[in-house]
Structures are given as C-alpha cells and as structure tokens.
C-alpha cells in the first residue's frame, strides 16, 4: 500500500483488500482507526429515495462524514455486540442493513440478537457480508449458529440470498485494480421477522 500508514490513511485510492487485510490484522485501537480510515468510501441510500434514514456506527470518521453528506436524520455512535445499552428502543425500525459490520476482530454475530430486537415484526434484516465470513464456523465467529439459532425460534423467516457486490462506483467499475475477486465473495442475507409466532 501506498502512503505513510500501514491502515492506507494517506493513500488517495483506498484498496479494498488492503481495507480488509487491516481490518482483520487489526486490534483494539488499530481496529477503530483502520475503519475511520475506511469512512469516506462508503455511499449512501439516500440516492434510492430513501428518506426516513438513521445511521449506527462505532467510528467517530464514519458518523462525520456521514454527517457531511446530510442524509441521515439522526446518527448516534455505538458499537454492537458488547452489551452496552442500545441507542433506539425495541421495534423501532422496519429495515435494518447491517453493512459490512460482522467479522473476526470485528463485530460478533451474536450482535445479530440486539439487531432483532431493534426491527419491528413484519420488518427486514439485510445483512451484506463477504460469503467467507457467512460461511465460517468458528468458535467465537459463527454466522451461521445465531442465524439458525434465529430461525429455530419461529420469529424469522430467512429469504433467498442474493449476490453482493462490493466497492464499486456507481457505473459498477471496480473502484481500485484488484478488486474484482473481493465483489465476487459478497452475499446479502434477507431475513423478514414474522407477525407472530
């Protein structure tokens, strides 16, 4: 990479698998700095006509710079997964998109249960995310356990999965050589929480 950080901070075309490789190879600190550096890669709904947008992040960069592009009514700064009280009240919103956000070093799957009670009955948990980490079983990363764990209640129903495509411009030119194989391996996972049970 390019530039005087090992997080790519100064590098004018951020790489995406120099992004993840940080992010992975990141701790504490490191973690939270490799995403800050992350921040003004990432686009907005906003453009889809979405308008009733709230915006969560544990990145001090990304709630600036999301506040920058002024299409969110209301960001609050929190981190999933770690018990802490949660921002919004439960049913609060009918879609959630949980972007990029479960990894190792990262977010713990199980923040998928604070997510559930966050999304009203009837509503959406989108969660875009590479297929190898969706398909890790890990001890302490396991995708796949919460998920099914979710379904095995009789509240979810999991929809069919689609292609997700990473890190691309809004013509869909990759935004840095080399970043094809890093769109090929995104999955988004649809699940609709039932009326009743």
Same mark, same amino acid.
């Given at each position: 990479?390019?530039?005087?950080?090992?997080?790519?901070?100064?590098?004018?075309?951020?790489? &995406?698998?120099?992004?993840?490789?940080?992010?992975?190879?990141?701790?504490?600190?490191?973690?939270?700095?490799?995403?800050?550096?992350? &921040?003004?890669?990432?686009?907005?709904?906003?453009? /889809?006509?979405?308008?009733?947008?709230?915006?969560?992040? &544990?990145?001090?960069?990304? /709630?600036?710079?999301?506040?920058?592009?002024?299409?969110?009514?209301?960001?609050?700064?929190?981190?999933?997964?770690?018990?802490?009280?949660?921002?919004?009240?439960?049913?609060?919103?009918?879609?959630?998109?949980?972007?990029?956000?479960?990894?190792?070093?990262?977010?713990?799957?199980?923040?998928?249960?604070?997510?559930?009670?966050?999304?009203?009955?009837?509503?959406?948990?989108?969660?875009?995310?590479?297929?190898?980490?969706?398909?890790?079983?890990?001890?302490?990363?396991?995708?796949?356990?919460?998920?099914?764990?979710?379904?095995?209640?009789?509240?979810?129903?999991?929809?069919?999965?689609?292609?997700?495509?990473?890190?691309?411009?809004?013509?869909?030119?990759?935004? &840095?050589?080399?970043?094809?194989?890093?769109?090929?391996?995104?999955?988004?996972?649809?699940?609709?929480?039932?009326?009743?049970?």
């Amino acid at each position: 990479m390019s530039g005087s950080s090992h997080l790519g901070i100064d590098d004018p075309v951020c790489p &995406a698998r120099g992004r993840i490789n940080d992010i992975i190879a990141s701790r504490g600190e490191d973690t939270e700095r490799a995403y800050d550096a992350w &921040a003004q890669y990432f686009d907005e709904l906003r453009s /889809l006509g979405y308008m009733n947008i709230f915006g969560v992040d &544990a990145s001090d960069s990304f /709630l600036e710079k999301s506040r920058e592009k002024g299409v969110y009514l209301e960001l609050e700064k929190h981190r999933f997964g770690n018990g802490l009280k949660l921002p919004y009240s439960d049913n609060s919103f009918d879609v959630i998109m949980a972007i990029s956000i479960l990894g190792p070093n990262t977010i713990s799957p199980t923040a998928l249960y604070e997510l559930d009670g966050l999304l009203s009955p009837g509503g959406y948990l989108m969660i875009f995310i590479r297929r190898s980490r969706l398909d890790m079983e890990r001890e302490n990363f396991n995708v796949k356990a919460v998920l099914d764990d979710l379904l095995s209640s009789g509240r979810w129903e999991r929809l069919p999965d689609s292609s997700g495509l990473y890190y691309t411009q809004p013509n869909g030119v990759p935004v &840095a050589v080399g970043d094809e194989a890093v769109e090929s391996d995104g999955v988004v996972v649809t699940m609709k929480k039932l009326l009743k049970h």
